[in-house]
């Protein structure tokens, strides 16, 4: 089954210490982005892949980083999390720029 | 910078009557329109696109979208809504010149009653 999968689904964890949410995708897609999703202002572009070694910044990429090692994967890394990055997280990935994202089931991170 | 505004937070639509969730934008150059909905606690899913070509647009579920260039809209559209429907829905945007940077309207909880 196509899918994209993200884990932890759920992550309740403190201030500054480090913390890394996997994504995995089983259909060999090029490009690859997180978002975060918070209420009224729907989701927002954290950073993106185009291909292997390829990242680049979106909307939003302060106190993240990301890497993009193997095709499949796409880990988003928080090195000293905030309370300001408490939100729910969405990992996608799609074929081509103008194709349709496939979306992961979200994790939901709270930062004490 | 590409924008795309959803105006309403909520649409309450009696079962059986026609729906329209609003969405308009803002790109430089020719747009590529998308719109996604959500069930609780999943992903977003896709339900159909506008890249080019005519400007109605039919996708999943028997919803369906029209482009409108001079209003810059693209509203969501159904004709006989059904409980099921109730969920939260994204519109968006990527203008031809913006890169890979796809850009989200803040949502519509779409609230469908029998």
């Known amino acids: 089954e196509a899918q994209v999968t993200q884990n932890p689904r759920y992550l309740i964890t403190v201030t500054g210490k480090k913390l890394t949410v996997t994504c995995s995708q089983n259909?060999?897609?090029?490009?690859m982005s997180w978002y975060r999703q918070d209420p009224g202002l729907g989701l927002r572009q954290i950073y993106y892949?185009?291909?292997?070694?390829?990242?680049d910044k979106g909307d939003v990429p302060e106190g993240y980083k990301v890497s993009r090692k193997e095709k499949r994967n796409f880990p988003l890394i928080l090195e000293s999390p905030s309370p300001n990055q408490t939100s729910l997280y969405f990992c996608?990935?799609?074929?081509?720029?103008?194709?349709?994202?496939?979306f992961g089931d979200g994790t939901r991170l709270s930062i004490l | 910078a590409q924008s795309v505004a959803q105006p309403e937070d909520q649409v309450n639509v009696a079962e059986g009557n026609p729906l329209t969730v609003k969405c308009t934008y803002s790109v430089s150059g020719n747009p590529y329109l998308f719109w996604y909905v959500q069930y609780p606690n999943r992903g977003l899913q896709f339900l159909l696109k506008y890249i080019t070509g005519d400007n109605l647009v039919k996708g999943s579920y028997g919803f369906e979208a029209e482009f409108n260039k001079s209003q810059t809209s693209f509203h969501l559209k159904k004709p006989s809504a059904l409980v099921s429907d109730s969920a939260l829905y994204f519109c968006?945007?990527?203008?031809?010149?913006?890169?890979?940077?796809?850009?989200f309207g803040g949502g519509t909880r779409l609230m469908v009653k029998p």
């Open positions: 892949s185009m291909n292997v070694e390829v990242t």
């Open positions: 968006a945007v990527r203008g031809d010149n913006a890169g890979n940077m796809l850009t």
């Open positions: 996608a990935s799609r074929t081509g720029r103008n194709q349709p994202q496939h």
């Open positions: 259909m060999n897609h090029e490009y």
